[in-house]
């Protein structure tokens, strides 16, 4: 859930299914980065938030590499 999520953690997406298709960097506060077609975007991640839904509904993981 987006609440255990810490700065740093490498979130993943997928299109269709469990495929990855995308990640992005967990930043705090719902946000992350990530890259777009111009350039390096910040995006929300919340089934509340009309942009930050696509990729809430696309979310499959998450991952910590460091302690």
Same mark, same amino acid.
């Given at each position: 859930n987006v609440e255990s999520l810490r700065p740093g953690d490498i979130? !993943?997406?997928?299109?269709? +299914? !469990? $495929?990855?298709s995308h990640v992005g960097l967990y930043v705090g506060n719902r946000k992350f980065i990530h890259s777009a077609s111009a350039g390096v975007q910040l995006s929300l991640l919340s089934d509340e938030d009309?942009? +930050? /839904?696509?990729?809430? $509904? /696309?979310?499959v993981g998450a991952r910590r590499v460091l302690e």
């Amino acid at each position: 859930n987006v609440e255990s999520l810490r700065p740093g953690d490498i979130l !993943t997406f997928a299109n269709d +299914g !469990t $495929r990855v298709s995308h990640v992005g960097l967990y930043v705090g506060n719902r946000k992350f980065i990530h890259s777009a077609s111009a350039g390096v975007q910040l995006s929300l991640l919340s089934d509340e938030d009309v942009s +930050g /839904r696509w990729w809430y $509904r /696309r979310w499959v993981g998450a991952r910590r590499v460091l302690e």
